[in-house]
């Protein structure tokens, strides 16, 4: 079966510091994968997608990006967090021919 | 990229009592999928509905399909606090059959009390 993780459940990050959030899926090759946040009052951003190694796609544009260097792989990252960049990081991946995304458990993200 | 809108809003019910829950667009869905989330976790995937009218069941769960693929809902017979949650729905982004992701409803927050 497949299964997704994602970590560290928890981040409490100063402004001005770099983030590196790490997802990783077993059980299956060649997925797409996505990073989405979710904010208070805002429900679920789609911030990235890639459907395959290297290829990065961005929705918003923001000061953060992504990499995949590997197949099952997928990094959030920045180089100086904002405060606007707190909130609820979720990666997901679906089938390469199907809508339906697999989630992971998520980061909580505060910047302080 | 088109708008799901989900109401209502917040919704607190007694254990036992059945509720509806909608998610509308004025544009046409290609599919339509809906999700529970629960607090500190990821949303977990409920069911797809594809063709207009149709009639899904996931146990209490109802979800039904508008016959115009316009419109949705999620009915749920005899709730309990099991079913607590953030119900969102959710749309396949552009042309791409769902590689490029999916637009979400900002939810429906529901609260069974015992």
């Known amino acids: 079966s497949q299964t997704i993780h994602q970590w560290p459940a928890t981040l409490v990050q100063p402004v001005g510091s770099p983030l590196s959030l790490e997802c990783t899926v077993e059980g299956t090759s060649n997925p797409n994968l996505y990073w989405y946040r979710q904010a208070a009052g805002r429900g679920l951003q789609l911030l990235f997608y890639?459907?395959?190694?290297?290829?990065i796609s961005s929705e918003v544009p923001q000061n953060l990006s992504a990499s995949r260097p590997q197949d099952r792989q997928f990094i959030l990252s920045s180089k100086k967090l904002l405060l606007s960049d707190s909130g609820f990081y979720l990666c997901?991946?679906?089938?390469?021919?199907?809508?339906?995304?697999?989630f992971g458990q998520g980061t909580r993200l505060t910047v302080v | 990229t088109q708008l799901l809108e989900q109401s209502p809003q917040f919704l607190s019910i007694q254990e036992g009592e059945n509720l509806t829950v909608y998610c509308n667009s004025s544009s046409v869905f290609s599919s339509l999928q809906w999700y529970r989330q629960e607090p500190g976790e990821g949303p977990v995937l409920l069911v797809t509905?594809?063709?207009?009218?149709e009639v899904k069941k996931l146990k209490r769960l109802t979800f039904q399909f508008g016959d115009a693929r316009k419109d949705s809902s999620l009915h749920i017979t005899a709730a309990q606090p099991g079913d607590t949650g953030l119900y969102l729905c959710a749309e396949p982004r552009g042309a791409g059959g769902g590689a490029d992701g999916l637009t979400f409803g900002k939810g429906t927050h529901l609260i069974i009390q015992p």
């Open positions: 509905v594809v063709t207009g009218g």
């Open positions: 890639s459907v395959g190694i290297g290829q």
């Open positions: 997901a991946w679906s089938h390469f021919v199907r809508a339906e995304a697999f």
